[in-house]
């Protein structure tokens, strides 16, 4: 075990611990989008492929929806989605309740639990710790105690859930909210995630103690050696010769890829990345700009390094108009289709 994680356990009173991608994880799963492939294989059993078409594509439109239609929230629950669901498809309750039912199922079926944070959550217990399970997710409250306790998480002294709540940690009000509802001072808390931002910096900025859990290894290296993913790789290799490329996104993952590709003859320019702590830096050889560098870096070809490519992909087609620039946009490296 990480001998600076159990020192700030031992410091604290209670442990906080983020849920999905930390305590739990998908088996097999990296992206919302593989979930709802096997949830949309379960349907085509039970419904003629003709009432529903691209399950995948419509549950991502219903979600996006939702998240439009209640903007004024912090969050929105499954109900909410699967509403604009039934709407846009014309369905009955009936049929959409089943669906609704065969997706949380799925989630279910597909948890596991994380073998490290286990053994710290024993841990915790060991030490008798007050534990804290807190989430930013659409599923219910009842939903998620069911994943938790299939994975044999079953002792702990509060479920908060951003769907129940209306508050999440994106924002840092679901840390204002734990705080209220053990009427505690935050010096008591740690709080353990996988997000830099969402469980580390917005936990601190509310005076809570925070550790980050990188949880990347896995995922990185399911995707890097994706067969799809070494094509699409090799096919920008080539592509790219004789023109300025950028990659958008400095992180592990892209830090794993610079690892194991190698670029050294094309004409990199850099990575760009909106973090303002990464300004500066490299990875390998290669620099680390600012997202409004892009207009003098000037490049051909812009190759997306991060996994959820979707605000990425939104800021890069704005940003091009806005600048009347001239680049390729490359954002599917990475996906298994």
């Known amino acids: 075990m990480d001998k600076n994680l159990l020192d700030l356990i031992d410091k604290s009173e209670y442990i906080s611990f983020d849920v999905f991608d930390t305590v739990i994880k998908r088996r097999g799963l990296f992206r919302p989008e593989d979930l709802f492939k096997f949830v949309e294989r379960r349907v085509s059993r039970f419904y003629k492929k003709e009432v529903i078409k691209n399950f995948t594509d419509e549950r991502v439109l219903a979600e996006d929806q939702a998240r439009e239609v209640f903007k004024d929230t912090e969050e929105i629950t499954l109900d909410q989605i699967y509403y604009g669901f039934k709407n846009n498809l014309q369905l009955d309750d009936e049929t959409v309740k089943k669906i609704q039912e065969i997706e949380v199922q799925t989630e279910i079926n597909f948890s596991k639990k994380d073998n490290f944070i286990f053994n710290i959550y024993n841990y915790c217990l060991e030490k008798n710790k007050k534990i804290i399970f807190l989430s930013d997710m659409y599923l219910s409250h009842d939903d998620i105690c069911k994943i938790l ?188 289709n």
């Open 149 to 336: 306790k299939k994975n044999h998480y079953t002792k702990f002294n509060e479920l908060i859930i951003s769907s129940e709540t209306g508050f999440t940690k994106y924002t840092g009000n679901q840390y204002r909210y734990l705080l209220n509802k053990l009427n505690i001072s935050p010096d008591k808390i740690l709080h353990i995630g996988d997000n830099y931002q969402t469980d580390v910096n917005n936990a601190e900025k509310k005076g809570l103690s925070a550790y980050f859990y990188n949880s990347s290894t896995e995922k990185n290296a399911w995707f890097l050696n994706h067969p799809n993913t070494k094509r699409k790789i090799n096919f920008l290799i080539k592509e790219a010769e004789n023109k300025k490329i950028v990659f958008y996104g400095a992180g592990l993952f892209a830090q794993e890829l610079i690892r194991q590709y190698n670029f050294s003859g094309l004409n990199v320019l850099g990575f760009v990345d909106k973090a303002l702590d990464k300004k500066g830096q490299k990875i390998s050889n290669y620099n680390i700009y600012q997202p409004e560098d892009i207009e003098k870096l000037n490049p051909d070809i812009i190759a997306v390094t991060v996994i959820q490519y979707d605000q990425a992909l939104k800021f890069l087609n704005s940003f091009k108009i806005e600048k009347n620039l001239n680049f390729n946009i490359v954002y599917d490296l990475f996906q298994d």
